[in-house]
């Protein structure tokens, strides 16, 4: 997929830019017939996890349930969008971060194949995560609420929805050591204070985890939370392998700072000491 220039006229530019908006279209709708198509088969596959918590029918496949004349249409054209967004993430990421590439500085573009490559790899890592550690405990949560008083009758598009909020949910938040590499790497942030902040950034991340997760459970939250801070120190990490000569430079920095700002606090109370002691002797 080739990369325009960094010059061209603005016309030119709207022009790339629909042409590429054409190829995620284009790509996204061969991916959604071939989806809709497999349809019953997704939606096993997305179900599998919580399986033991649902009707099952004499093959073993779990049986959901549909209470309009349009609902069974409705859930396949789900599924089958947001099959098709996942499966199509690395086409749609190449051709909005290729559109950008050409405004990059050359020093800037050697980050760019990395970057997309570990993005892909982060929201892949993120969906999995949540397929094989969160949806059991989540749904095992929520459907004991109902124990004692009411029947689970798992309706097809609700649960496929919440199901499909947490693996977007998840993928999204496994971004998260990208972010904060980027934010030390190009000294957005220093890296000394993500270091030395760390009880507001962990006060931060929890309050997004129970954002980010689509049901109350503070099972989810907490797993949510614990592999947030596992991946922020992750990056943290190797922020600080890529930048040790630049994150000690920083720390001098902000120590001499604060040595100047201490000194200067101590000149303004010695002045202000002296206009005291000045007025006592006028008096």
Partial sequence: MPIGPARMPLFDHLGEL??????IVVC????????????????????????????????????????????????????????????????????????????????ERKWFIPTFAVACALF?????????????????????????????????DKWVDIIIKFEIGFGVAFELPLVVFYLTIFEVVPYAKLRESWRVVYITLLTLSAVITPDASPVTMILMFAAMLALYEVSLLAAR???????????????????????????????????????????
């Fill in 18 to 23: 629909r042409m590429r908006f054409v190829r």
């Fill in 28 to 107: 996204l709708l061969i991916a959604m017939c071939v989806f809709y198509l497999a349809t019953p088969t997704i939606a096993q596959l997305m179900l599998q996890p919580v399986a033991e918590f649902m009707p099952t029918d004499a093959d073993g496949n779990v049986v959901l349930n549909v209470f309009g004349a349009f609902d069974a249409f409705a859930v396949r054209f789900k599924i089958a969008i947001w099959s098709s967004i996942v499966a199509c993430a690395p086409v749609i990421l190449w051709q909005l971060l290729a559109f950008f590439l050409p405004a990059l500085k050359p020093n």
């Fill in 241 to 283: 392998l890529v930048l040790g000569k630049r994150i000690k430079e920083q720390k001098k920095e902000m120590e001499e700072e604060a040595k100047a700002d201490a000194e200067w606090e101590e000149e303004w109370s010695e002045r202000q000491r002296r206009r005291k002691l000045e007025r006592e002797k006028e008096q």
């Fill in 124 to 156: 892949i890592a993120g969906t999995v995560f949540c397929y094989f550690i969160i949806l059991d405990p989540a749904f095992q949560w929520l459907t004991d609420q109902a124990s004692g008083f009411a029947t689970v009758m798992p309706e097809a």
